[in-house]
């Protein structure tokens, strides 16, 4: 069965719930084929880790959070599309995970028209943060502060020679304004600065020119395929330079297409390391990923799945015995110090930009994230 189909099951699965019992809808649109599934799979499933607890635990008031997803196979058409489904014919509360810059820009005209709050969209996009977006309700950092960050740790271990290669969309561009923003604090100019496309990426005339150019680093901005291949050619080129890429990439299924390079490939990450114990949300969702034997355990994007869950809860929870789109935002905004466990997030009318936290990894030999 494929992926889009699947979900297509879902969004019927749960519709016939809701002719049976009153369920808290929420709609997704996301890539659960094509370039970004392995990520998009994992963040929902940390999501769904804590949605499924707080159902079997009675839920919302009584109400079980049901979540329908369908596939746009991050194609920012059929994600605008999917999200006009979800609001004006199944008549969600509120949106949530959205994957990628273009494609959640591609809903926001349903969210202003309809009055839908989005909580967690699964990307940094600076443009969702500011100016803010009234319906629009971020958890994780933005991805500019990321690349800004990257390129401070590039910059501060004695690199001068740091290439620049960035998908040719509003992701990419939005990440690029952070880098240059790093390099200019560290007094440095970019050592290449291209772009490569999004739908058919190609490293051939790339690749040569950062081993040319002598890079002593290299932040690569785009989905998990593009990067693997990106780095594949890299390294094919004779480039021995060290690699960055952003927290979109912070999946086990990027590890696993990296393959011999995964290796000492460093990626930024906005949730802390899913083994650190000592923080209670990770803590508490490890034990949660351990009572419903996940494969592999909690994984880094899990955290940022689960993480959103906790804010779209806590506001459902905030709106009244009946939520609706109108209540479940006044709630959402008025979340000042929400403790996620260790995190704390907070909103305002003026201010729905989440969570600040900010970290450094890289893989290890054995495959697995280390900070």
């Given at each position: 069965?494929?992926?889009?189909?699947?979900?297509?099951?879902?969004?019927?699965?749960?519709?016939?719930?809701?002719?049976?019992?009153?369920?808290?809808?929420?709609?997704?649109?996301?890539?659960?084929?094509?370039?970004?599934?392995?990520?998009?799979?994992?963040?929902?499933?940390?999501?769904?880790?804590?949605?499924?607890?707080?159902?079997?635990?009675?839920?919302?008031?009584?109400?079980?959070?049901?979540?329908?997803?369908?596939?746009?196979?991050?194609?920012?058409?059929?994600?605008?599309?999917?999200?006009?489904?979800?609001?004006?014919?199944?008549?969600?509360?509120?949106?949530?995970?959205?994957?990628?810059?273009?494609?959640?820009?591609?809903?926001?005209?349903?969210?202003?028209?309809?009055?839908?709050?989005?909580?967690?969209?699964?990307?940094?996009?600076?443009?969702?943060?500011?100016?803010?977006?009234?319906?629009?309700?971020?958890?994780?950092?933005?991805y500019q502060r990321e690349a800004e960050r990257a390129m401070a740790h590039l910059?501060?271990?004695?690199?001068?020679?740091?290439?620049?290669?960035?998908?040719?969309?509003?992701?990419?561009?939005?990440?690029?304004?952070?880098?240059?923003?790093?390099?200019?604090?560290?007094?440095?100019?970019?050592?290449?600065?291209?772009?490569?496309?999004?739908?058919?990426?190609?490293?051939?005339?790339?690749?040569?020119?950062?081993?040319?150019?002598?890079?002593?680093?290299?932040?690569?901005?785009?989905?998990?395929?593009?990067?693997?291949?990106?780095?594949?050619?890299?390294?094919?080129?004779?480039?021995?330079?060290?690699?960055?890429?952003?927290?979109?990439?912070?999946?086990?299924?990027?590890?696993?297409?990296?393959?011999?390079?995964?290796?000492?490939?460093?990626?930024?990450?906005?949730?802390?390391?899913?083994?650190?114990?000592?923080?209670?949300?990770?803590?508490?969702?490890?034990?949660?990923?351990?009572?419903?034997?996940?494969?592999?355990?909690?994984?880094?994007?899990?955290?940022?799945?689960?993480?959103?869950?906790?804010?779209?809860?806590?506001?459902?929870?905030?709106?009244?015995?009946?939520?609706?789109?109108?209540?479940?935002?006044?709630?959402?905004?008025?979340?000042?110090?929400?403790?996620?466990?260790?995190?704390?997030?907070?909103?305002?009318?003026?201010?729905?930009?989440?969570?600040?936290?900010?970290?450094?990894?890289?893989?290890?030999?054995?495959?697995?994230?280390?900070?």
């Amino acid at each position: 069965m494929t992926a889009s189909r699947f979900f297509t099951l879902v969004l019927a699965a749960g519709l016939a719930a809701t002719s049976a019992s009153a369920q808290l809808l929420i709609g997704q649109t996301a890539g659960f084929s094509g370039p970004v599934a392995a990520g998009v799979q994992e963040v929902t499933k940390g999501a769904k880790l804590y949605i499924d607890e707080v159902n079997e635990t009675g839920g919302v008031g009584g109400q079980k959070v049901e979540l329908v997803s369908l596939d746009d196979r991050f194609d920012p058409k059929v994600s605008a599309e999917n999200a006009r489904k979800l609001i004006e014919e199944t008549g969600v509360l509120a949106m949530f995970l959205t994957r990628g810059t273009p494609h959640t820009e591609a809903v926001l005209p349903l969210l202003d028209k309809h009055g839908v709050p989005l909580v967690g969209p699964s990307t940094g996009a600076m443009v969702l943060h500011q100016p803010v977006r009234r319906h629009v309700f971020n958890v994780r950092a933005s991805y500019q502060r990321e690349a800004e960050r990257a390129m401070a740790h590039l910059a501060g271990i004695g690199m001068n020679r740091i290439a620049l290669l960035t998908v040719d969309d509003s992701f990419g561009n939005d990440a690029l304004q952070g880098a240059l923003r790093g390099l200019k604090a560290a007094r440095l100019e970019p050592a290449v600065q291209t772009t490569f496309a999004r739908d058919k990426p190609d490293f051939s005339r790339i690749a040569p020119e950062v081993a040319k150019a002598q890079a002593q680093g290299v932040l690569i901005v785009g989905t998990a395929l593009a990067v693997a291949d990106g780095i594949a050619a890299i390294r094919a080129a004779g480039s021995k330079a060290q690699l960055v890429t952003l927290s979109n990439n912070a999946t086990a299924g990027f590890i696993s297409g990296l393959g011999a390079n995964a290796a000492g490939t460093i990626v930024t990450q906005v949730f802390p390391n899913e083994r650190s114990v000592a923080v209670p949300m990770v803590k508490e969702a490890q034990a949660l990923a351990k009572k419903r034997d996940v494969a592999g355990g909690l994984s880094g994007a899990m955290l940022e799945g689960y993480a959103s869950a906790k804010v779209l809860v806590e506001g459902l929870r905030r709106a009244g015995p009946k939520p609706t789109r109108a209540t479940l935002q006044a709630s959402l905004e008025g979340l000042r110090k929400f403790d996620l466990g260790g995190l704390e997030v907070g909103y305002t009318p003026t201010d729905h930009s989440g969570l600040d936290f900010i970290d450094l990894s890289i893989v290890g030999a054995d495959g697995r994230f280390r900070r």
